[in-house]
């Protein structure tokens, strides 16, 4: 069984930095794309990030894209998510998911995703 544990967030003020992480266990990580998505109060989960297996090929929302980076190191089980700039509307749960999928698929709906983390809040501060 597959678990994922995420760590790094927290509060922060707008324009700061955080670094989400998301480890995993039970699973052979490298056949794994993983992603992030969020959820703020009210609405719907929505994509961040997404990283395939072999960390080629990436999808981000155009609300991030530029400001976060999401990576990969397959040696520690681990993807992370780099969030500088942060804005007040980037407050959100954070969840980090998996899926075993082919080199190259990058899946971008939350409901491709098998296994998901625990969630992880991140607050900007205006």
């Known amino acids: 069984q597959v678990q994922l544990v995420e760590s790094g967030g927290g509060l922060v003020q707008a324009g700061g930095s955080l670094r989400l992480s998301c480890a995993a266990s039970?699973?052979?990580?490298?056949?794994?794309?993983v992603g992030w998505f969020r959820q703020a109060p009210g609405k719907e989960r929505e994509l961040v990030a997404a990283?395939?297996?072999?960390?080629?090929?990436?999808n981000y929302a155009d609300s991030v894209r530029g400001r976060f980076t999401i990576f990969r190191d397959n040696a520690k089980n681990t993807w992370y998510l780099q969030m500088s700039s942060l804005k007040p509307e980037d407050t959100a749960v954070y969840y980090c998911?998996?899926?075993?999928?082919?080199?190259?698929?990058?899946?971008?709906?939350?409901?491709?995703?098998?296994?998901w983390g625990q969630g992880t809040q991140v607050t900007v501060s205006s």
């Open positions: 039970g699973g052979t990580f490298s056949t794994y794309a």
């Open positions: 998911a998996a899926v075993m999928a082919s080199s190259v698929f990058v899946p971008t709906t939350a409901r491709a995703y098998d296994y």
């Open positions: 990283i395939s297996r072999s960390g080629g090929w990436t």
